[in-house]
């Protein structure tokens, strides 16, 4: 089982990227997946969370109404969908499988059994 996020990169502040989350050998009706981040010289905080069978989101108050997170159960995908970026969304952006057994997901970084490999977003001009 692995979890790879993908689609970082370079970008201007106002602009927008979406990030994925290829989540081979999970099953998504199993797990609650979250989108985390990591700035130089912070910790590392959750921004995005969805829940297993209904998918449903929460936010860090910080990207509330500018990302949305959603997912493709049958393409094992998760996507963070990033609009009007600011230079304090530069970080690592990871994804993160939570086992679950009810429907909720959290924003807490040790309840979090799997990671994946990060990718770099940065925002400047």
């Known amino acids: 089982v692995q979890l790879q996020a993908s689609g970082g990169g370079l970008v201007q502040p106002g602009g927008s990227l979406r990030l994925s989350c290829d989540a081979s050998?999970?099953?998504?009706?199993?797990?609650?997946i979250g989108w985390f981040r990591q700035a130089p010289g912070k910790e590392r905080e959750g921004v995005a969370c969805?829940?297993?069978?209904?998918?449903?989101?929460d936010y860090t108050d910080s990207v509330e109404d500018r990302f949305t997170i959603s997912k493709d159960n049958a393409k094992n995908t998760v996507y963070l969908q990033m609009r009007s970026l600011k230079p304090e969304d530069t970080a690592i952006y990871f994804c993160?499988?939570?086992?679950?057994?009810?429907?909720?997901?959290?924003?807490?970084?040790?309840?979090?059994?799997?990671w994946g490999q990060g990718t770099q977003v940065t925002v400047s001009s």
């Open positions: 993160a499988a939570e086992n679950v057994y009810d429907e909720t997901c959290a924003l807490l970084e040790v309840l979090y059994d799997y």
């Open positions: 050998g999970f099953n998504l009706d199993y797990h609650a």
């Open positions: 969805i829940t297993k069978i209904r998918g449903s989101p």
